[in-house]
């Protein structure tokens, strides 16, 4: 196989990614706190050829002389856009959304014995009855617990009303008396990039030795003195169709085009084996 043909193969398997991340952002694009993927390219090792006799615009060029040919292209990172979505108002108490950027509530998964913390945009959250009805917990969509100032919320059963503040106080009202009942604990991403989507809409942290960072490096607390939530109200996502679907097109034409490059290196090699001496 030619060069030019490897060249359009490698980049065709590379553009089916980046086609894979768009449907994956346009299918979340009613997903409550979903955030952006975008794909960032770059490419890969090239050759410097230098044995031509006359290099075109010898005379005081700037460049090496030769033809370099590159390999192709790679999804170099995969990065998110952590841009604010847009707030629909639900009116129902236990639904919440940060109002700052790159902030994120936090979330216990247990997953194959292993218990680590995710963290997610999404705030539509639930209670979930444990200790044979006597209590419930403060729980994710998928019935996860959501992290507060002391681990998981857990809240006695028995009272008549229940409000989030705007500084993650949970309220509980039993008759005429209310009492906080436990504080979502908010954290903020002061390295986004680094974060690693898990699916599920969450995020969590990568290997920090491998990176040389520690945990306060790229997580840190927020002050729950701030406002830092609005209750009554969901994060949409912040999927910009029209400009997924511009993307879209432009990532077709790119597979087109290489896949054309192979259709002509194998209609050249063709006309070259049936020449004749």
Request: proline fraction near 3%.
């Amino acid at each position: 196989m030619s060069r030019m043909m490897i060249q359009a193969a490698v980049t065709m398997n590379q553009l089916q990614n980046k086609l894979d991340l768009i449907g994956h952002n346009m299918a979340n694009s009613q997903t409550t706190g979903y955030k952006t993927r975008q794909a960032d390219f770059s490419s890969l090792l090239f050759q410097q050829i230098d044995n031509l006799n006359s290099p075109a615009n010898a005379e005081g060029r700037l460049t090496p002389d030769g033809i370099r040919i590159g390999s192709g292209a790679r999804l170099g990172a995969t990065n998110i856009n952590l841009e604010h979505g847009s707030l629909v108002t639900t009116n129902r108490v236990l639904d919440t959304a940060l109002i700052g950027e790159n902030q994120f509530f936090q979330i216990q998964v247990t997953e194959n014995g292993n218990t680590e913390t995710r963290y997610t945009r999404d705030g539509s959250f639930y209670l979930n009855p444990i200790n044979d009805n006597q209590d419930v917990m403060l729980v994710s969509s998928d019935g996860n617990p959501i992290l507060g100032e002391n681990g998981p919320i857990v809240i006695p059963e028995g009272f008549e009303a229940m409000t989030i503040r705007e500084n993650g106080q949970i309220v509980v009202e039993r008759g005429n008396v209310q009492e906080i009942a436990g504080t979502i604990a908010i954290v903020e991403a002061v390295r986004p990039r680094l974060l690693e989507a898990t699916g599920q809409n969450m995020f969590r942290l990568p290997d920090l030795a491998a990176l040389g960072y520690n945990f306060g490096d790229i997580i840190q607390d927020v002050a729950t003195a701030a406002n830092v939530l609005q209750s009554g109200v969901l994060e949409q996502s912040n999927v910009d169709i029209a400009e997924q679907m511009s993307d879209l097109i432009l990532a077709q034409r790119s597979y087109q085009f290489n896949a054309r490059t192979i259709s002509m290196g194998d209609q050249m090699m063709g006309l070259v084996n049936q020449l004749r001496s």
